[in-house]
């Protein structure tokens, strides 16, 4: 029973490059949200989607941030023209649904911008 | 706003000792509430929910609830290095439909061999 799946674990990129993370649920939840977290700093809540809906996007940047959940395949979080300041941990949690508050975190995309 | 506030610590505790970890709330009507662990350079583990007045006991830990204080709290019976991590607690919002949970910024939590 495979758990939240993020990709890549580590993510290298030059100022002003494209990041690209991708997360797959847990088996059985459609639901996913994404976090960023600074070094020795809480967990900063992004973004949460449905399959297909952005629900809740209220912790996104204005600019340069995007993500989405197709009908098929992983969930992507998408920073453009990435700058210093995006370095952190990106989690990504699933949940079964909007009923079930329980959240459960993938291992996290470690994105550098060197 | 809705927040969830936490001691950052460190906390530290001697080897089977009782750690308790706390957490205050500011939203009245929230209903559930979570505990995670999240050790350094690894992601948060969900290890407590608690939706109900009282104690809640899982192994070694135990979630205590008092919403008339709006008070929050983890208690971690004899106590190992291996605890040795950030607790983080959360809140979901209260009203229908949709609620954001809300984390606090964590505690530390050092258990001294």
């Known amino acids: 029973n495979a758990g939240v799946m993020q990709n890549p674990r580590h993510l290298v990129r030059r100022r002003g490059q494209e990041a690209r993370l991708r997360c797959s649920p847990m088996?059985?939840?459609?639901?996913v949200y994404w976090y960023r977290q600074l070094p020795e700093e809480g967990l900063k809540f992004m973004v949460y989607?449905?399959?297909?809906?952005?629900?809740?996007e209220s912790g996104m940047p204005k600019e340069r941030f995007s993500a989405e959940f197709p009908k098929e395949g992983p969930s992507i979080l998408r920073i453009q023209q990435v700058v210093r300041g995006d370095s952190a941990a990106y989690f990504c949690a699933s949940s079964t649904g909007q009923s079930s508050y329980e959240q459960y975190f993938g291992p996290g995309t470690r994105l550098t911008v060197t | 706003q809705k927040e969830v506030e936490q001691n950052s610590g460190p906390l530290s505790v001697p080897e089977g000792a009782i750690a308790s970890l706390n957490c205050t709330y500011s939203d009245r009507g929230s209903q559930s509430f979570f505990w995670y662990r999240q050790y350094s350079g690894k992601s948060p583990e969900l290890i407590m929910s608690i939706y109900s007045n009282g104690d809640k006991e899982d192994g070694r830990f135990t979630a205590q609830l008092n919403k008339a204080s709006q008070y929050v709290s983890l208690l971690i019976r004899d106590s190992q290095p291996s605890d040795s991590a950030t607790y983080l607690c959360?809140?979901?919002?209260?009203?229908?439909?949709?609620?954001?949970?809300?984390f606090g910024t964590g505690t530390k939590l050092q258990v001294i061999p």
């Open positions: 088996k059985g939840h459609s639901h």
């Open positions: 959360a809140s979901k919002g209260s009203g229908g439909g949709y609620q954001k949970v809300t």
């Open positions: 989607l449905q399959k297909e809906n952005i629900i809740d």
